[in-house]
Structure formats: structure tokens, C-alpha cells
């Protein structure tokens, strides 16, 4: 199919570009990878696209305080394969590999896969495991989402309208980590997938943190099971009660591609690996 | 009506559309490099993969007026001075072509993994790859080609 005829602007200021994000039914126009689709399969039918593409202001990444900061245009492909990103927050490296493939990568922007809120994605649960905060911007000035506080259904977010995503603040985290996969094709939006963060002190879990994929509306922190394993010894017990708890946080979509039930198995699958993965790089 | 300015292959060129027109469409249909092969307009299939500034992308998941000014390589663009570049040669040593329709994606995805990885083993091959849809199913052939061309 074709997509339906809509105005463009190719913003040449991030005032410009917020300005037109006013109208009602406009949309930025970030990499593409799902708005274009989205186009041309008419499930999307704007009446204004507002092209952020060369808005250089919102590409950037950078060290900062502890921090990695990112601007939302940075094409994934580009945090993928940074070093400063490897070394300070290797989750956020290895979860960018799972996302679509390198040809998707080069165009697609963390902005983009944000704002577009795909409960299977693996951003968003990413950003939720390690707390980020969101930078948000509109006419009226700048305001912070925490993550976990962006995401409130399939493809709805905290952006209203003339509110463009602009930075995304993520703490280092150099702990043990792991991702865990589960989809139909390697590198397609996750059936399921589990993002687990842990560090330790001796055998005892100091932190743990956990986020799912494909298992909910959004992404679902399984803060139960969080609470289950801190401050005490992670043994294989201890990791099968938390990906237990973990799997009954979830409230999965059952669809032509696995059923509900499936899904919540394999988040407790997922999430026993991902938690005993993590504890090795503790 | 958009004016649309593009360096194709080495050449530059210049036509309007709308902006609703996909690069793909652009490119195909506007400027006649019809190795860009449309299969299922949303980025699953790989069939309309070409260099852009570089690094692969989906012609179908771009509009032609985000990408104004950019440069691009198609198939058309492989060979030169009439000689087919190494990969294409070992597609066809390889009978990695079956019904050519997946081929200028496969080529432009494997061009960028040789790019970035001169001996891929044949995970990594398939890795990279498996992104680019062969409704032949003629994937060893084309993992043969890839292998080989990397020698
Ligand atoms: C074949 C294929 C496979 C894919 N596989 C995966 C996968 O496995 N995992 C995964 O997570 N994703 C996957 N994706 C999606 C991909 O990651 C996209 O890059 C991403 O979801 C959208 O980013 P974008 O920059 O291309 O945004 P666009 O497509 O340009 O925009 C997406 C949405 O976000 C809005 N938007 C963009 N930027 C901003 C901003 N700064 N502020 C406010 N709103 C904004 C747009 O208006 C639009 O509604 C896949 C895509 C394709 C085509």
C-alpha cells in the first residue's frame, strides 16, 4: 500500500519543529523505521509530518556526572557501537543489538523507539530496568519522565501534544547484567524478553533489578521480585521464587504468535537465566 | 511537490514528488533504478536494502524528502568498468541468484557485514543476513557466496 497524503515540514529548529508538533494530527518524523511503515500501511494518517532529521541538536552522547546522556535523534546503531556506551552501560549495548537488524539500526533513533511505545520492544523495558529519566520539551519549556512513569499503554506515552522527547538520561551500571530473548525470527520484536541488572556484594544480591518485554501493556518492572532477591544470598532458590514472582507481574497479550500463558512461562524461563547470567557478571 | 536532490551511484539527480513517495518509490519508479525491489513496504522482507551515506537501510521505511542530499549505492551500482564486484561474481559462482528478487538487498546487507567484518563466520553470515527475506529459501547458497567472496 501507499501512504496517504499529509503536509511535511523539515524542521530547521527545535522551536519550529515544536511549534508544528502543535497542529492537531501532526507527528515528528524521526528515523522512520515505524512511523513510515506505519504510513504506508495506513494505520497512521497524519495531517502534518514535522521532519526532526536535521535538528544535529538532538543527536549527541556523552558522559556526564555518572551519567550517558543521549540525545533522542541518535541513531541506534551509533550507541550500539560507542565504547563509552560498552564500558558504562554494557545492558544498554547488547539490548540495542536485538533491535530489528543493522539496516533498521542505521536509521532508527532511541527517540523514535521511545515515543513509539511498542510493548515488545526492547528500549523501553531497558530504560525502565535502569531507571532513565526522559527529557520532554514543549512551548511552555522542559520537563523530566522518569521511565517508568512514560509508558502508559501499546503506543501511548506522558507526550502530549506539541511535546517532543529530546534527551534521554541513563545511570552507568557496571554490575552483572543480562538480556534474555525470546522471539519468532532473530531480531524481531520480542515474543518475550527480560532485562536484569544485579550487583553484589560476597553471595548476598545488593540490587537487583528486572524488566519485561512483551508481557504487558508496557514495559512491566517486576518490583516484587526485586524486593524477593535484595540483601540476601542468591541461591538457585532464591532466583526461581523471583522469576516465579517476576512471571506473575506480567499480564501477557495472548495473539496468533504465542499465547498468554506462554508468554508468562517463558517470562519466568527467561527471567531464572537472565537473573543467574547476571549474578555470574556480578 | 518536493524537489528532491539525491547522488545515485555517482550521479546526481534532482526530481520533485510528493512526500508521501518512499525512497524506495523514488528511486525505483521516479529515477528508474529498478533494482530496488519493493516487496512488502515495511521493512520485514530487505528486498529494497541500499547504501545510504554509507550503511544499509530499508529504501521502503525512509520518505525521499527525509533523506534530500544524501548519497546512495544500488546494485546498479556494484560493478564497475564493466567488471561484476566480488560478491556478485561469487553469487553467481554460487547459484546464490535463485529468482534475483531478494538479491539486491542480500547484496547490499552482505556488502556492509564484509565491510565491517572481512572473515564473518557462517553464525555471523547468517546473523546478518537473516533480515533479508529469500522466498526461494536459497539461504546456504547465498552463505556459500558471502563466505567465499570474503576469501
Ligand atoms: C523490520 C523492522 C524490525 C524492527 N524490529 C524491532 C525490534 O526488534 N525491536 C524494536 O524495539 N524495534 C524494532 N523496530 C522499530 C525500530 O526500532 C524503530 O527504529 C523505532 O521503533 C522507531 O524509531 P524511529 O527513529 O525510526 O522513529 P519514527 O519511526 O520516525 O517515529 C516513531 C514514532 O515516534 C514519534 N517520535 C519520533 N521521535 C520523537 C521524538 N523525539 N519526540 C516525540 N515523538 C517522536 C513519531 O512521531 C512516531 O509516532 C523494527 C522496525 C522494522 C521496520
Known amino acids: ?282 | 511537490m518536493i524537489t528532491v536532490t539525491l547522488t545515485v551511484n555517482g550521479r546526481t539527480y534532482r526530481a520533485d514528488c510528493e512526500p508521501r513517495r518512499t525512497l524506495a518509490d523514488f528511486l525505483r519508479h521516479d529515477l528508474g533504478f529498478t533494482g530496488v525491489h519493493v516487496g512488502c513496504e515495511h521493512g520485514v522482507c530487505g528486498s529494497c536494502t541500499i547504501t545510504l551515506d554509507g550503511a544499509s537501510a530499508r529504501a521502503c521505511c525512509l520518505l525521499a524528502v527525509q533523506v534530500d542530499g544524501s548519497e546512495i549505492v544500488t546494485v546498479e551500482g556494484l560493478a564497475s568498468d564493466g567488471e561484476l564486484h566480488p560478491l556478485q561474481e561469487s553469487f553467481r559462482k554460487h547459484h546464490g541468484l535463485q529468482c534475483g528478487f531478494c538479491t539486491p538487498g542480500m547484496l547490499a546487507t552482505a556488502t556492509e557485514l564484509l565491510k565491517e567484518n572481512p572473515d564473518p563466520t557462517d553464525a555471523e553470515i547468517r546473523q546478518a543476513i537473516s533480515g533479508n527475506l529469500c522466498r526461494c529459501t536459497g539461504y546456504q547458497f547465498i552463505v556459500d557466496a558471502v563466505r567465499d567472496a570474503a576469501r
Request: charged fraction near 25%; include cysteine; charge should be neutral.
Open chain 1, 1 to 282: 500500500m501507499k501512504a496517504a497524503p499529509f503536509e511535511y515540514l523539515r524542521a530547521t529548529s527545535l522551536d519550529e519543529a515544536i511549534e508544528a508538533l502543535g497542529t492537531p494530527d501532526a507527528r515528528a518524523l524521526a528515523g522512520g523505521q515505524s512511523l513510515v511503515p506505519l504510513l504506508n500501511l495506513r494505520q497512521a494518517r497524519p495531517s502534518l509530518v514535522v521532519d526532526i532529521n536535521r535538528l544535529d541538536e538532538l543527536s549527541f552522547l556523552r558522559k556526564e556526572n555518572g551519567r550517558l546522556e543521549i540525545g533522542a535523534l541518535t541513531r541506534h546503531r551509533a550507541v550500539e557501537t560507542s565504547a563509552v556506551v560498552r564500558s558504562e552501560i554494557p545492558l544498554l549495548a547488547e539490548a540495542l543489538g536485538h533491535v530489528g537488524h543493522v539496516a533498521i539500526r542505521n536509521r532508527g533513533t532511541i527517540g523514535g523507539s521511545l515515543a513509539h511505545a511498542d510493548p515488545a520492544a526492547e528500549l523501553p523495558a531497558v530504560m525502565v530496568a535502569l531507571d532513565a529519566d526522559f527529557t520532554v520539551r514543549s512551548a511552555s519549556g522542559e520537563r523530566t519522565v522518569a521511565a517508568r512513569d512514560f509508558f502508559l499503554g501499546p503506543h501511548r506515552t506522558a507526550l502530549g501534544r506539541g511535546e517532543l522527547l529530546t534527551r534521554i538520561s541513563v545511570p552507568s551500571h557496571r554490575g552483572g547484567w543480562a538480556v534474555e530473548e525470546l522471539s519468532r525470527r532473530s531480531r524481531d520484536l520480542a515474543l518475550v524478553a527480560v532485562f536484569a541488572t544485579v550487583t553484589m556484594t560476597g553471595e548476598v544480591c545488593e540490587s537487583a533489578r528486572i524488566a519485561v518485554a512483551g508481557a504487558g501493556p508496557t514495559p512491566i518492572r517486576a518490583t516484587a521480585a526485586e524486593a524477593s532477591l535484595t540483601g540476601g544470598p542468591m541461591t538457585g532458590d532464591a532466583i526461581a521464587l523471583a522469576a516465579e514472582l517476576a512471571a506473575a507481574a506480567t499480564d501477557p497479550p495472548g495473539d496468533l504468535h504465542a499465547p498468554a500463558d506462554y508468554r508468562r512461562e517463558m517470562a519466568a524461563v527467561l527471567t531464572r537465566r537472565a537473573l543467574a547470567r547476571a549474578k555470574e557478571g556480578a
